[in-house]
């Protein structure tokens, strides 16, 4: 044996000993703390169709607890439970995974509860889950080898409103399938967004297994009315088990020959209502859903002029993409500039989400409290606007601004010091000093003012008439300036109205334009409302009637956010708003 081996083999396993007790350390604190979290398979289903909900429990620790989930009107059936274990990293990630099958025993909106598990001593729950149940009708096309049908959770809603879609694919489960192609969706007066990649699951129906292919998306209508949604095709290849067939599939199925077909979930249609006028906030952007509102702010003491860095936080579901920054409730004090937006969430096909605002707010006068901001809504559930306001946390402004006291100018040579006055040495006695003293001079016939004073009240007025001459003229130069703005602005709405090729931008242009020829004549800027400003003039009933319209279907266009191609304006029914807007401003006023 060569000399030295053992002494290199004792190095050796003292290195591997001082990695295993860094490594084993490493391993443990590694070990994030545990997770909980529980997904559905699908957030819609039918009547004794079942969805299964999945409890994940993640990281290290043991569960003190067996899990328990109940909901009243769906059955719950335990399908079993399994462990996962993967090494990412050098890091340990253990699993464990508890399957449910929930059946609905009846149609409605069920929420499924937080589950709660011990590890550790510590309690942790799962976010509640949405669960919308359709009647369990009995299907007609429960025993073709294929059918397709359309599902939203409702059937009624607002203009402007995003919904989950779903198209679901019901394949006979002993075929074998091929899709060539994503359905297409049709139909008019919405706006769709790509549908996401199709999720499959198996299901029985009437006895008959079915593959379940769901096609989820969202919708978005446009215009108020009845609406047609779809038909949508899907293009599909099957294969049929047949016997004395020399082709198998993997579970050693006999298929017959490969055939195109095409499956169609026919024509939803469904009730779309106009947003509600009465009770709408001025500050409402087209909003629609369910929301919740916060802010907070940085730091918690500053000085005049120093910005707050003040954090918005929308959260919930609805339409995001219509959200804008919220505004100050009383800006009074406050100097505001455009916000840093940032948007997390599934902008596929979900419509859940949250929207952040980061934006610097800079007190001008002392304050004791956080700016507070607003955020309107409509919320299509309870049919009403909402309004949310931030609380306000304490503040310490720090006082105004001293002004600096005038410091004297340097010596130049345009501006020289004046010289120090010497003391007056006493003139030479003449022979006026023999004179006898008389004593001072009498005032009873001078004048009682010294001349400074007397020229300076009698020319007083002068400066004060030149300054009322000059604030006079400034205060019309304002108003003369804005009343220019205001016309410069309504000629370029003419332009936009005569020129816009959407639909969208020629109404709301026809809008503003109401409201700036108001505002030239009353002084202040009207509320957008179709009522108050067209009871400014005496109008005829065919001039009325087709301002209204263009009010609503400014409304309805611009809060469903439509500024899209197939919102293309005609030439006649551009025609038709610019004559009802030269038609309002050359009526009488009331």
């Given at each position: 044996m060569p000399p030295g081996i053992f002494s290199r083999v004792r190095i050796r396993l003292a290195w591997l000993f001082a990695l295993l007790c860094v490594a084993v350390p490493a391993l443990h604190t590694a070990a994030a703390e545990p997770k909980v979290r529980g997904i559905l398979s699908a957030s819609a289903a039918s009547v004794g169709e079942a969805v299964e909900y999945e409890l994940t429990i993640e990281g290290d620790g043991r569960l003190e607890n067996e899990p328990s989930l109940n909901v009243d009107g769906i059955e719950v059936r335990f399908a079993g439970q399994n462990r996962q274990m993967s090494f990412i990293n050098g890091n340990v990630s253990n699993r464990l995974i508890f399957t449910y099958q929930l059946v609905p025993k009846r149609e409605g909106k069920f929420t499924i509860p937080a589950v709660e598990v011990r590890i550790g001593g510590q309690v942790f729950k799962t976010l509640p889950a949405t669960l919308t149940v359709a009647p369990g009708e009995k299907m007609k096309e429960v025993g073709d080898l294929a059918f397709a049908k359309i599902f939203l959770p409702k059937k009624s809603l607002y203009v402007g409103e995003v919904v989950p879609m779903e198209v679901r694919l019901y394949l006979d489960a002993t075929a074998r399938w091929d899709l060539r192609a994503m359905p297409a969706q049709t139909g008019e007066g919405f706006t769709t967004r790509p549908f996401d990649k199709p999720t499959q699951r198996n299901v029985t129906l009437e006895g008959r297994p079915y593959v379940l292919a769901?096609?989820?998306?969202?919708?978005?209508?446009?215009?108020?009315?009845?609406m047609a949604i779809g038909p949508v095709p899907a293009n599909l290849v099957v294969s049929r088990p047949q016997r004395g067939r020399q082709q198998f599939d993997?579970?050693?199925?006999?298929?017959?020959?490969?055939?195109?077909?095409?499956?169609?979930?026919?024509?939803?249609?469904?009730?779309?209502?106009?947003?509600?006028?009465?009770?709408?906030?001025?500050?409402?952007?087209?909003?629609i859903g369910k929301f919740e509102f916060s802010a907070t702010g940085t730091p918690e003491r500053v000085k005049v002029g120093e910005p707050v860095s003040m954090k918005l936080v929308i959260r919930g579901s609805g339409n995001f993409d219509r959200i804008g920054q919220p505004p100050l409730d009383e800006p009074q004090g406050w100097?505001?500039?455009?916000?840093?937006?940032?948007?997390?969430?599934?902008?596929?096909?979900?419509?859940?989400?949250?929207k952040t605002f980061e934006l610097p707010v800079t007190p001008t006068v002392a304050k004791t409290k956080m700016p507070v901001f607003a955020f309107s809504y409509f919320d299509p559930e309870a049919e009403k606007y909402v309004t949310l306001k931030s609380t306000p946390a304490p503040l310490t402004v720090e006082g105004v601004p001293m002004v600096a006291k005038p410091t004297p100018a340097p010596a130049t040579a345009q501006n020289p010091v004046p010289p120090k006055e010497e003391p007056k040495t006493p003139a030479a006695q003449d022979i006026l000093a023999n004179l006898p003293d008389i004593g001072k001079a009498s005032t009873a016939f001078g004048p009682p003012l010294s001349p400074a004073i007397f020229y300076s009240i009698l020319f007083a007025p002068v400066p004060l008439a030149f300054g009322l001459v000059a604030w006079h003229r400034r205060r019309g130069d304002a108003k003369l300036a804005r009343v220019?703005?205001?016309?410069?602005?309504?000629?370029?709405?003419?332009?936009?109205?005569?020129?816009?090729?959407?639909?969208?931008?020629?109404?709301?242009?026809?809008?503003?334009?109401?409201?700036?020829?108001?505002?030239?004549?009353?002084g202040a800027l009207p509320d957008d409302d179709a009522a108050a400003l067209l009871g400014t003039r005496k109008l005829d009933a065919e001039t009325e009637k087709s301002l209204r319209e263009i009010?609503?279907?400014?409304?309805?266009?611009?809060?469903?956010?439509?500024?899209?191609?197939e919102y293309r304006i005609s030439e006649s029914e551009r025609d038709r708003v610019v004559d009802a807007i030269t038609s309002f401003e050359k009526s009488p006023r009331r």
């Amino acid at each position: 044996m060569p000399p030295g081996i053992f002494s290199r083999v004792r190095i050796r396993l003292a290195w591997l000993f001082a990695l295993l007790c860094v490594a084993v350390p490493a391993l443990h604190t590694a070990a994030a703390e545990p997770k909980v979290r529980g997904i559905l398979s699908a957030s819609a289903a039918s009547v004794g169709e079942a969805v299964e909900y999945e409890l994940t429990i993640e990281g290290d620790g043991r569960l003190e607890n067996e899990p328990s989930l109940n909901v009243d009107g769906i059955e719950v059936r335990f399908a079993g439970q399994n462990r996962q274990m993967s090494f990412i990293n050098g890091n340990v990630s253990n699993r464990l995974i508890f399957t449910y099958q929930l059946v609905p025993k009846r149609e409605g909106k069920f929420t499924i509860p937080a589950v709660e598990v011990r590890i550790g001593g510590q309690v942790f729950k799962t976010l509640p889950a949405t669960l919308t149940v359709a009647p369990g009708e009995k299907m007609k096309e429960v025993g073709d080898l294929a059918f397709a049908k359309i599902f939203l959770p409702k059937k009624s809603l607002y203009v402007g409103e995003v919904v989950p879609m779903e198209v679901r694919l019901y394949l006979d489960a002993t075929a074998r399938w091929d899709l060539r192609a994503m359905p297409a969706q049709t139909g008019e007066g919405f706006t769709t967004r790509p549908f996401d990649k199709p999720t499959q699951r198996n299901v029985t129906l009437e006895g008959r297994p079915y593959v379940l292919a769901t096609f989820s998306t969202v919708i978005t209508p446009g215009k108020a009315g009845r609406m047609a949604i779809g038909p949508v095709p899907a293009n599909l290849v099957v294969s049929r088990p047949q016997r004395g067939r020399q082709q198998f599939d993997l579970f050693g199925r006999g298929m017959g020959p490969a055939t195109e077909m095409t499956v169609t979930a026919p024509v939803l249609e469904i009730d779309v209502k106009p947003l509600p006028v009465a009770g709408r906030p001025k500050d409402f952007s087209g909003a629609i859903g369910k929301f919740e509102f916060s802010a907070t702010g940085t730091p918690e003491r500053v000085k005049v002029g120093e910005p707050v860095s003040m954090k918005l936080v929308i959260r919930g579901s609805g339409n995001f993409d219509r959200i804008g920054q919220p505004p100050l409730d009383e800006p009074q004090g406050w100097t505001t500039y455009s916000a840093k937006q940032e948007f997390s969430g599934n902008e596929g096909a979900g419509t859940e989400g949250v929207k952040t605002f980061e934006l610097p707010v800079t007190p001008t006068v002392a304050k004791t409290k956080m700016p507070v901001f607003a955020f309107s809504y409509f919320d299509p559930e309870a049919e009403k606007y909402v309004t949310l306001k931030s609380t306000p946390a304490p503040l310490t402004v720090e006082g105004v601004p001293m002004v600096a006291k005038p410091t004297p100018a340097p010596a130049t040579a345009q501006n020289p010091v004046p010289p120090k006055e010497e003391p007056k040495t006493p003139a030479a006695q003449d022979i006026l000093a023999n004179l006898p003293d008389i004593g001072k001079a009498s005032t009873a016939f001078g004048p009682p003012l010294s001349p400074a004073i007397f020229y300076s009240i009698l020319f007083a007025p002068v400066p004060l008439a030149f300054g009322l001459v000059a604030w006079h003229r400034r205060r019309g130069d304002a108003k003369l300036a804005r009343v220019t703005a205001l016309r410069r602005e309504r000629a370029g709405l003419i332009s936009q109205m005569k020129n816009a090729a959407n639909r969208a931008e020629v109404f709301d242009a026809a809008v503003k334009a109401v409201r700036i020829a108001v505002q030239l004549e009353n002084g202040a800027l009207p509320d957008d409302d179709a009522a108050a400003l067209l009871g400014t003039r005496k109008l005829d009933a065919e001039t009325e009637k087709s301002l209204r319209e263009i009010f609503e279907a400014r409304t309805e266009l611009l809060y469903a956010g439509a500024a899209r191609e197939e919102y293309r304006i005609s030439e006649s029914e551009r025609d038709r708003v610019v004559d009802a807007i030269t038609s309002f401003e050359k009526s009488p006023r009331r």
